[in-house]
């Protein structure tokens, strides 16, 4: 019987937090050779076909993983294989195979094929189909806050748009063979060096997107003007995206504080309000300060009357094991006489 891969396992964890880098390395890799003209070959393009390799592996792994379905996890390869293959599998496959690296060997590896062979290189980006599909998993796992998380999410999101905007910038010029009247020739960097025609390209790129607009880099051709129309109502639409949903998310991860604290300055106005000695106000206030501390405002004593009894006792178990070490009588109880004691206990 072939092993399955639990999908929250450790070792599952750790491979999509390689995966979802090597995403990130391919998908800015890929456009900026593209965009820049570099050699099809190279130290890049040992990278790219190295990155390829892992990502094969990491499909003969998909076909051994675990997944989610209807609150149940599925363990059975007969159900698995199918799932992936039906969902997942055809992207995964479009963005592994190096269909690039084929043509480039089928004509010779000729310099003429260099055009073509970058631009199927480009169908590597649909991996970031797999980073969302790893992201989305993430999120079930509450190992970190969802609102932080998020808020990471679109912080990567955003410089990757940020660099494929800038690509396609200088791209827009060197298609063209840098005509005079280009912003690259107006800025005297048609011979400037690579990382001197990146930077100005991502300086442009980032100057309006946030709508600063410095106006020493302008468009002057048709093809310009379209792109910074494009690229400013998307950095408009983006900024106001990024914003609005940081601070939603940052309202949201200080809610349950929020409440909690809204609560309790009612509860001391009121004690104020009839006349209460400080002391036993200071009291009132302690009481709430270790609440919060130890429980974060919520109420365990009903948290988890919604969970079936089998799981809510795994769960208490877990919660009050401690506990219960110290009780040496719990230990001789019977199992039906633990569970009834375990569903009996209330925090204090």
């Given at each position: 019987?072939?092993?399955?891969?639990?999908?929250?396992?450790?070792?599952?964890?750790?491979?999509?937090?390689?995966?979802?880098?090597?995403?990130?390395?391919?998908?800015?890799?890929?456009?900026?050779?593209?965009?820049?003209?570099?050699?099809?070959?190279?130290?890049?393009?040992?990278?790219?076909?190295?990155?390829?390799?892992?990502?094969?592996?990491?499909?003969?792994?998909?076909?051994?993983?675990?997944?989610?379905?209807?609150?149940?996890?599925?363990?059975?390869?007969?159900?698995?294989?199918?799932?992936?293959?039906?969902?997942?599998?055809?992207?995964?496959?479009?963005?592994?195979?190096?269909?690039?690296?084929?043509?480039w060997a089928a004509t010779g590896f000729a310099a003429e094929a260099?055009?073509?062979?970058?631009?199927?290189?480009?169908?590597?980006?649909?991996?970031?189909?797999?980073?969302?599909?790893?992201?989305?998993?993430?999120?079930?796992?509450?190992?970190?806050?969802?609102?932080?998380?998020?808020?990471?999410?679109?912080?990567?999101?955003?410089?990757?748009?940020?660099?494929?905007?800038?690509c396609v910038w200088f791209f827009s010029a060197r298609i063209s063979l840098f005509p005079d009247d280009c912003w690259v020739a107006r800025a005297g960097l048609v011979d400037?060096?690579?990382?001197?025609?990146?930077?100005?390209?991502?300086?442009?790129?980032?100057?309006?997107?946030?709508?600063?607009?410095?106006?020493?880099?302008?468009p002057v051709r048709r093809e310009e003007y379209v792109i910074s129309m494009v690229v400013m109502i998307l950095g408009a639409s983006m900024y106001a995206f990024l914003v609005g949903n940081i601070a939603s998310l940052l309202s949201g991860v200080n809610a349950a504080k929020t409440s909690f604290w809204n609560h309790m300055n009612l509860v001391e106005q009121n004690l104020r309000s009839r006349g209460i000695p400080n002391e036993l106000g200071a009291r009132v206030s302690d009481y709430y300060d270790y609440i919060w501390a130890m429980y974060r405002g919520v109420h365990e004593d009903t948290l988890f009357n919604d969970l079936p009894i089998s799981l809510r006792l795994e769960v208490l178990r877990h919660v009050a094991r401690d506990f219960l070490q110290g009780v040496s009588l719990y230990g001789y109880c019977s199992p039906p006489l633990q569970n009834e004691l375990l569903l009996a206990l209330t925090p204090r």
């Open positions: 019987m072939a092993t399955v891969i639990r999908e929250h396992s450790h070792f599952r964890i750790a491979w999509d937090a390689g995966i979802v880098a090597l995403v990130m390395c391919s998908c800015a890799i890929v456009p900026f050779q593209c965009a820049f003209g570099l050699d099809a070959g190279g130290m890049a393009a040992a990278v790219i076909y190295a990155i390829d390799a892992i990502f094969a592996v990491d499909i003969a792994l998909n076909l051994r993983t675990s997944y989610r379905h209807a609150g149940m996890t599925i363990t059975s390869t007969e159900k698995i294989v199918p799932h992936y293959l039906r969902t997942m599998f055809p992207l995964d496959a479009i963005g592994t195979i190096p269909f690039d690296l084929l043509v260099t055009g073509l062979v970058l631009a199927l290189r480009l169908l590597r980006m649909f991996r970031l189909v797999r980073m969302v599909t790893i992201f989305s998993r993430w999120e079930t796992l509450g190992w970190m806050n969802p609102g932080y998380f998020r808020i990471t999410r679109l912080v990567f999101v955003f410089m990757l748009l940020i660099h494929w905007i800038a400037a060096t690579l990382d001197t025609q990146y930077i100005r390209s991502l300086y442009w790129t980032i100057v309006t997107m946030t709508t600063v607009g410095y106006g020493d880099i302008t």
